[in-house]
């Protein structure tokens, strides 16, 4: 077998995309029986727009998601601090935009896209690397594989199974996500349909998705699911008073880390997506570099399998390690920290940016990942 992906999420499945429309035979193990269908991601940045029209799997996922062309940062209780228009991308990309869509919505478009050859029920236990080839461990037999795409999540067993390392630290509260069935531009008048809300005590973020609206809480690290899901109730009532409960679909906590492997490339192994390296969801870009890492590395193999020297992948690896430490991890912590009661500089630089277009243009072409896909290794 030529290429095989572990892993069918967002990233394994580009990743199998990209190779195949290059005319490559690829073949994807997952552990799931179907799709995961979990509530996760939520919004696309422009660049991955981008690569998605350029796999053409771009327009059904268009129709199925809602354009955010501004987002807001507040103060809790003190409304707007200002508003950032995406508008001001038109020069950089074709889709100036936040696309709001959940990540389960991209997978089915990208496995019918791929027309077979992803065999599911499929675990991968173990990983053993030969000189011209490596040898996956599957609960149906081994698997060989000319080159193998580790994409199988933050507890990648690919990424274990190479003895791959995957330091960092993790944030000492969880997160809560709410699926609220309320209309909160009823209730919040005049908010984006993404919204950073600044406080010290309790940051949040409101953010709205094509059937609802979702609502991201700091919570304690060491307290109880149970304690903490009671509490919700209260907690969504002082966001904004509705005079009854509101209506809440769904609710989870999770913890939160900010790790990143050694390295992307072990011989005839790439890691890419969680697999490769985690970030707090703060500014939506852990799925999105997930999608850069395998468009771009997924490239360069295809360039290698068509005989281009194999040293393009250790650039290509270096180089996406470099874009998820110095882009999306510095810029996700930067977010965490501005909401925990950003400086008075940055309310002031953020009116700035609203008001000046050139700034607010280099401001969001950080935020959105354009000028990390111009990183250099
Ligand atoms: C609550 C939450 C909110 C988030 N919000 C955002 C957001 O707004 N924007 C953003 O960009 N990112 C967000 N993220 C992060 C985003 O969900 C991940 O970065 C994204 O799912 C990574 O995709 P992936 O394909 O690398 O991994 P996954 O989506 O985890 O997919 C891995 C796949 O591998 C399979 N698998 C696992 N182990 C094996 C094995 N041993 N053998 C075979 N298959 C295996 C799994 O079943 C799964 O299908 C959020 C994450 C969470 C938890």
Request: aromatic share 6%.
């Amino acid at each position: 077998m030529s290429v095989v992906v572990v892993g069918a999420g967002p990233v394994g499945l580009t990743a199998a995309l990209t190779l195949a429309r290059r005319g490559h035979e690829v073949t994807v193990l997952e552990a799931g029986r179907t799709l995961a269908a979990e509530s996760r991601a939520s919004t696309f940045h422009p660049p991955s727009l981008e690569m998605l029209e350029s796999l053409g799997v771009l327009n059904p996922l268009l129709d199925k998601g809602i354009i955010a062309s501004t987002f807001q940062y507040r103060e809790r209780g003190g409304g707007e601090i200002a508003t950032l228009d995406l508008g001001v991308l038109t020069e950089d990309t074709r889709y100036p935009f936040r696309l709001q869509c959940e990540q389960s919505k991209l997978t089915p478009i990208l496995l019918d896209a791929l027309g077979g050859n992803v065999r599911f029920d499929q675990p991968v236990h173990g990983v053993y690397r030969g000189d011209d080839g490596v040898i996956l461990h599957t609960s149906h037999g081994p698997v060989r594989a000319e080159w193998v795409i580790g994409a199988d999540g933050a507890h990648s067993a690919v990424r274990n199974g190479i003895g791959a390392r995957f330091e960092g630290t993790t944030y000492p509260e969880r997160f809560l996500v709410a699926s609220v069935e309320e209309d909160l531009t009823a209730v919040l008048p005049g908010i984006a349909p993404i919204n950073y809300v600044f406080d010290p005590h309790e940051w949040l973020v409101l953010l709205r998705t094509p059937e609802h609206w979702r609502v991201l809480l700091p919570t304690p690290g060491e307290t109880s699911d149970e304690l903490e899901l009671s509490r919700l109730p209260q907690r969504l009532t002082a966001v904004a008073d509705l005079g009854r409960p509101w209506r809440l679909r769904h609710a989870s906590l999770y913890r939160v880390h900010q790790r990143v492997t050694d390295q992307f490339r072990v011989g005839r192994v790439l890691l890419m997506g969680d697999a490769a390296h985690v970030n707090n969801p703060l500014g939506g870009m852990g799925m999105n570099s997930g999608i850069h890492d395998a468009v771009q590395l997924a490239n360069t193999l295809a360039d290698v399998l068509e005989g281009a020297p194999e040293s393009a992948l250790d650039l290509t690896a270096a180089r996406r390690r470099t874009v998820a430490i110095e882009h999306v991890q510095r810029t996700s912590h930067d977010n965490w920290q501005r909401l925990h009661g950003p400086e008075d500089g940055f309310r002031r630089q953020v009116r700035e940016l609203a008001a000046d277009p050139v700034a607010a243009r280099a401001y969001l072409r950080r935020a959105c990942l354009l000028d990390s896909l111009e990183a250099r290794s």
